[in-house]
Each structure stands twice: as structure tokens, then as C-alpha cells.
């Protein structure tokens, strides 16, 4: 049983023709159509539209003779090596028993309800999915407010956390930002 979210990669590896035959593949996700992470940062720059970076799962496991599990994992049982779902999709299947597990929780963004003012200042990154739909009602928001102002409003954006994907982000954030407020007026830390 594959429990993912980046691990699609694994659903073109184990595809039907490059497995062994005897390998019963299942796919379980929460999504039926996640955004494909290496394609958000083009998403938040403005150079894809959100729907292009969405994965279809269910014609992929299709595509891959892999089963597609449409529900959340609440519990893995490694002495009985079972699966157990929260039946939110799929109330006729609580369990998937396995022999080897792949798993990928991705990460959660933290402390947004107990940090003060977090929720009203923040663009959480997690989940995923989500990111892109939220830089596209800021970014229409702040178009929205430069249109009714007569000086380009300063824009300070800060990406907390560094290493690859906080350095897409920032690229991501200033590249479709700076159009919008000038690049005097965008300060991207």
C-alpha cells in the first residue's frame, strides 16, 4: 500500500508492466486531485494557472493497474500490518492490510490558531493544494488594493524557512508581485 502525497513518483515505478506480477499496488490519498508540488513554485509566480498543476489520481491508477483509495489514514497497525481509514469516502473499506508500506505525510504548517495574528498575516505553504489557491486570492486582493490607492502600497513578504522550496517561494512571490506594486516597492526577505 502506497500512503502519499509526493510519492506519485511511485505509481509510474510500479506501474502494472514494471512490477512484479504477483505485487498488489493500492494508492491512498485524501485528494483526488493534489497539486504536483515541483510545479507550485511556476504556480505562485503566475507562469501556470492552477488547475495545470493538478495530478488526476484516479485515471493514474488506472493508467498504472493500481488501486485508488480515496480516503485519510487514521491508523497503521505494523503487527497486523493493516491500514485502517477514517471511511470519510469509502465506507465499504476501513482496512488495507500490507506487506511493505510506502508513506509520505508531507509537513503541516503549525501554531496558526496560537500564534496571534498568524492567521490574518500568514500564507501557510500546508497543505500544498492549498498554497496555490491562496496565492491567487492575495494576489487578487492586492491587486484589488492598488487599484484604489494612488501610490503603490509597500509590500514586505518574509518566507520562513530556507533551502530549496523557501527559495522558490520568495523567486515565485516576487517575480508575479513585482508587476502589480513595482519593484521599489517589494521587499522579499
Known amino acids: 500500500a502506497i500512503t502519499t502525497n509526493s510519492s506519485r513518483v511511485l505509481v509510474k515505478a510500479l506501474n502494472y508492466a514494471s512490477r512484479p506480477k504477483n505485487m498488489h499496488v493500492t494508492l491512498i490519498d485524501l485528494s483526488i486531485t493534489p497539486s504536483y508540488s515541483g510545479m507550485v513554485p511556476g504556480a505562485v509566480a503566475g507562469l501556470y494557472r492552477p488547475e495545470e498543476t493538478l495530478l488526476e489520481l484516479k485515471p493514474l491508477a488506472k493508467w498504472g493497474r493500481i488501486d485508488f483509495v480515496h480516503d485519510r489514514v487514521v491508523d497503521i497497525d505494523v503487527n497486523e500490518k493493516r491500514i485502517k481509514l477514517a471511511g470519510e469516502h469509502q465506507q465499504d473499506r476501513q482496512e488495507i492490510p500490507f506487506d511493505a ?89
Do not use: F
Open 101 to 189: 508500506v510506502s508513506i509520505d505525510i508531507g509537513s503541516a504548517s503549525r501554531g496558526l490558531t496560537e500564534v496571534p495574528g498568524a492567521q490574518e498575516n500568514t500564507i501557510p505553504t500546508r497543505p500544498i493544494s492549498d498554497l496555490v489557491k491562496r496565492m491567487e486570492t492575495e494576489t487578487k486582493m492586492l491587486k484589488e488594493k492598488q487599484t484604489r490607492q494612488d501610490e503603490p502600497q509597500n509590500v514586505r513578504v518574509v518566507v520562513v524557512g530556507g533551502g530549496a522550496a523557501g527559495i522558490e517561494l520568495s523567486m515565485g512571490t516576487w517575480g508575479r508581485w513585482t508587476p502589480i506594486v513595482g519593484s521599489d516597492n517589494i521587499q522579499v526577505t
